[in-house]
């Protein structure tokens, strides 16, 4: 019962990397020509990169535990 926290962030660093693959494969599928086309593409950028970095913080946190 000591290690109840090595499953807990095991959890949420899939979930990040889940998160952050699918926003930039998201980021590089196309989409339909218009005004917002730019600003979805950025903002799928943005949280795919956001997720990728949790993800590498969450791996660092497990191995240093």
Do not use: D, T
């Not at 499953?7 to 196309?30: D, K, Q, T, W």
């Amino acid at each position: 019962m000591s290690n109840w926290h090595e499953p807990l962030i095991f959890i949420l660093a899939l979930l990040a990397f889940v998160l952050g693959m699918s926003s930039v494969i998201m980021g590089f599928l196309p989409q339909p020509a218009g005004k917002n086309a730019l600003k979805a593409r950025v903002e799928y950028g943005f949280f795919g990169v956001s997720g990728l970095v949790l993800f590498v913080l969450f791996v660092y946190a497990m191995s240093n535990s």
